[in-house]
């Protein structure tokens, strides 16, 4: 696969239902996600928080698709390339924005609060990252 003839946002003719599912679980998240932004005191700085893991996520999901070669996600509603639905690439956005507003509210200041963001980051993606193998919503390559 050349990067030049990769098909960029597209959507596939058939998607499975458990697709469908993990679209709709995914899309809520970052409805929610959304709606906590715009009612929240600091709106910039959490609207910055939300495009900036917009876009370090793109970079590591496509790098690690891409140049790693490391997992295939199966053809989701969307998708963003060959092998990254677009719901890989949103599932970050509610999971790491709910981290670090958790964190926030256990350690509002000092050294406790990197490590705790990492800890509930950790907590939240790990049933992702456990199921999505046994859902088939990607396989690992060298399985």
């Not at 907590?123 to 390559?141: A, M």
């Amino acid at each position: 696969m050349k990067l030049g003839e990769l098909e960029l946002f597209y959507l596939p003719s058939v998607v499975r239902p458990e697709m469908l599912e993990i679209d709709v679980l995914i899309g809520v998240c970052c409805l929610l996600t959304f709606l906590h932004l715009i009612v929240s005191k600091d709106k910039f700085r959490n609207f910055f928080i939300c495009t900036s893991l917009l876009a370090v996520t793109i970079f590591t999901e496509e790098a690690s698709i891409l140049l790693g070669q490391t997992h295939c996600h199966s053809d989701a509603t969307a998708m963003v390339l060959p092998c990254s639905s677009v719901n890989s690439v949103l599932f970050y956005i509610p999971c790491t924005y709910a981290s670090i507003r958790l964190a926030e509210r256990v350690f509002s200041s000092g050294f406790g609060f990197a490590p705790a963001v990492g800890f509930f980051n950790t907590l939240f993606g790990c049933v992702y990252e456990i199921q999505g193998p046994t859902f088939r919503w990607w396989k690992y390559t060298d399985s």
